[in-house]
């Protein structure tokens, strides 16, 4: 298994300004994804932060939006850039472990709950 | 990617088995079939996964008929515990390109 911490746990940010959520992993892992998920609904994958090279996004987000660092096979940051009211909701890291990775298990951290004012 | 369908919600009664089944008609070869549980304020966690028949672990069983069409997780006798949202993936792990589509899910109720 793998424990996943990310920092901040919550926070409530102004329209306009830039929030950088950390995620944390106790071993190393190649593969670590970056999810949303908006109050009561599903969630909707944001991107696959590949070590070393740039990040691979989904439909309908883009990097200048959502800039992802992925400096180490341990560590990520995915930054929510010029936030609106729209951009509340939890955002989730999850990776696959070593061990996983022939069923792709994916283990998910607690989510960074945000909320835009 | 094959889509996926579950009811979006159900109630049971503590101490029944609960069945959910999920519809995913244009599954390919290759995919496999996860399901996944999120408690209120957590991020989802791993259930369990097949590709034919039957699989059982210390949590769920999930039967998947000959034509894979569908699957059906079954949870026997849930707890106030169980109470979740719990979700169906269909895909093959051991593409390169797998990717996790999240549903809409199936909100368990579970009522004392």
């Known amino acids: 298994s793998a424990v996943i911490s990310q920092k901040p746990s919550r926070d409530i940010c102004q329209r306009g300004t830039s929030l950088t959520i950390q995620c944390q992993v106790d071993s190393q892992v190649t593969m670590m994804f970056w999810y949303r998920q908006q109050p009561g609904q599903s969630l909707t994958l944001i991107a696959t932060a590949n070590q070393g090279s740039e990040a691979t996004y989904e439909s309908g987000f883009v990097i200048d939006k959502f800039p992802i660092s992925r400096p180490n096979l341990t560590f990520s940051t995915l930054t929510v850039s010029n936030m609106s009211p729209e951009d509340s909701s939890i955002y989730l890291c999850s990776v696959v472990p070593v061990q996983r990775e022939n069923t792709h298990e994916q283990y998910f951290g607690p989510g960074t709950r945000l909320t835009v004012t | 990617l094959a889509k996926t369908t579950q009811p979006i919600s159900m109630d049971s009664y503590e101490g029944q088995e609960v069945n959910i089944t999920c519809s995913h008609n244009?599954?390919?070869?290759?995919?496999?079939i996860t399901w996944y549980q999120q408690f209120p304020s957590q991020g989802p966690r791993f259930i369990i996964q097949g590709y034919k028949t039957k699989v059982t672990n210390e949590v769920a069983s999930l039967f998947i008929p000959a034509d894979r069409k569908s699957s059906t997780l079954s949870l026997p006798r849930v707890s106030l515990s169980d109470t979740a949202v719990y979700y169906c993936?269909?895909?093959?792990?051991?593409?390169?390109?797998?990717?996790?589509?999240f549903g809409t899910g199936t909100r368990l109720k579970v009522l004392a």
């Open positions: 993936l269909v895909g093959d792990p051991l593409s390169g390109t797998y990717k996790y589509i």
């Open positions: 244009n599954i390919a070869t290759n995919d496999y």
